[in-house]
């Protein structure tokens, strides 16, 4: 839902590499030419599985459940 400040397993900070990562891996519709996931958190310099995987596994729902109020 909100952007993982630091990798579950390893206790890594993530954050710092999501913006750059969903920029450069948007979908075609947005305008840009996406890129492949992997190379991209390569680039970025993310080594360890672990916080590869909490990048990837990342879905953004914040704007899907905003709509629905507390009560």
């Not at 913006?19 to 030419?33: C, L, V």
């Not at 190379?39 to 360890?48: A, H, N, P, Y």
Request: charged share 30%.
């Amino acid at each position: 839902m909100l952007i993982p400040v630091r990798c579950f397993t390893c206790g890594n900070p993530v954050s710092e590499w999501h913006d750059e990562f969903k920029k450069r891996t948007k979908s075609h519709e947005e305008g840009g030419q996406a890129e492949d996931a992997a190379k991209v958190l390569t680039d970025l310099g993310v080594e360890r599985v672990c916080c590869r995987r909490v990048m990837l596994s990342n879905v953004d729902l914040i704007d899907e459940i905003l709509p629905y109020g507390r009560y």
